[in-house]
């Protein structure tokens, strides 16, 4: 009686044979998806995109994006919003460069420092979501909007490029065993979140709020503390995003982080869809993350416009979040 009522009308008359099928596409289309766009574009341009100079270039350009949907993985499987990701990744990044190229700060202070905005604004966005019962949509648009302003003060909207030192870019252009060492942080991270969230009480915990913060209240967790470290921990990722960016470019340009809040949200949702109770995991957001970053790759390889390639991007969030929703329907 309860699965009939909850399961909406789409799939209460299924049988059990479409709803295995379902389920398997819901499981296995992601990985499905990733053999299919190589073996698109590999076809199109083998040339140039079967290579392992490509790969490893797609794997560079989607470490920062991967970073920042990590942090994003864990608010959303508390069941909550960020929409100041873009920003803290502008100001994150900003505020490393101009340290040193204003104030000639050495780079592991700029980066700590990169790194303190970050968690900074976290905090403070979560403090206002969970100790003051504000709506975290409508908080962190306009937290979103503050980050953006501070970030413009700081670079005056110009370009920084001098004054940064060689060991800041290091960061974005040596390599480690044939790879960039980007790939190898965003990699260490990815364990990071991967353990929090599956192999220790907090993640279960977050885990928990986000499926039902009552219940989870009740049985004694910390949901508002749990709730504010997850804010905390996507301000995190996304200052290491900023840092990773603007380590990659040798440069810091204002807004630049506004471009991977889209990616970053359809990474997440997607990679949803590869878990099987339909939970938000680092594993899932890792595949999507490497699928988008396939997609794109493809795409300006096959000289698509610009306009077609944000058309892609919007059609996969908005494909991942229907094939997430239809999982989650059919598991009731």
């Not at 479409?18 to 190589?38: E, H, K, N, T």
């Not at 991007?313 to 494909?319: N, P, R, S, V």
């Amino acid at each position: 009686m309860t699965t009939v009522e909850t399961r909406g009308p789409a799939l209460a008359g299924s049988t059990p044979a479409l709803s295995r099928v379902i389920g398997i596409l819901q499981r296995y289309a992601l990985p499905i998806a990733i053999l299919l766009a190589v073996a698109l574009f590999g076809s199109l341009r083998p040339d140039a995109f079967l290579t392992w100079r490509n790969a490893t270039a797609v794997l560079t350009l989607a470490a920062p994006m991967l970073v920042a949907a990590l942090g994003l993985t864990v608010v959303l499987a508390m069941g909550e919003i960020d929409l100041s990701l873009g920003s803290a990744i502008g100001l994150g990044g900003a505020l490393a460069v101009c340290a040193m190229s204003f104030f000639g700060t050495p780079w592991p202070v700029a980066i700590v420092l990169g790194l303190a905005a970050g968690a900074a604004a976290g905090l403070l966005t979560g403090a206002m979501v969970v100790r003051l019962g504000a709506n975290s949509l409508i908080i962190t648009l306009g937290m979103a909007s503050v980050l953006t302003g501070v970030e413009f003060l700081m670079t005056d909207q110009r370009t920084i490029y001098t004054g940064i030192a060689q060991g800041y870019i290091a960061l974005g252009q040596s390599e480690v065993l044939g790879l960039n060492l980007q790939v190898w942080i965003a990699g260490l991270i990815a364990i990071c979140v991967h353990a929090l969230l599956w192999h220790t009480e907090w993640g279960r915990g977050m885990y928990a709020a986000g499926e039902n913060p009552e219940a989870a209240i009740l049985a004694g967790l910390p949901v508002s503390a749990l709730r504010i470290a997850g804010f905390v921990i996507a301000g995190l990722g996304a200052a290491i995003a900023g840092i990773l960016l603007t380590a990659q470019t040798a440069s810091a340009f204002s807004n630049a982080g506004q471009a991977f809040l889209l990616p970053a949200y359809a990474a997440a949702f997607l990679g949803s869809t590869a878990s099987s109770d339909g939970r938000f995991t680092a594993f899932g957001t890792v595949l999507a993350v490497f699928f988008i970053g396939i997609v794109q790759t493809g795409l300006t390889m096959v000289q698509l416009s610009t306009g077609a390639i944000s058309l892609v991007q919007g059609a996969l969030l908005i494909g991942a979040v229907l094939l997430s929703r239809l999982g989650r329907k059919e598991r009731r």
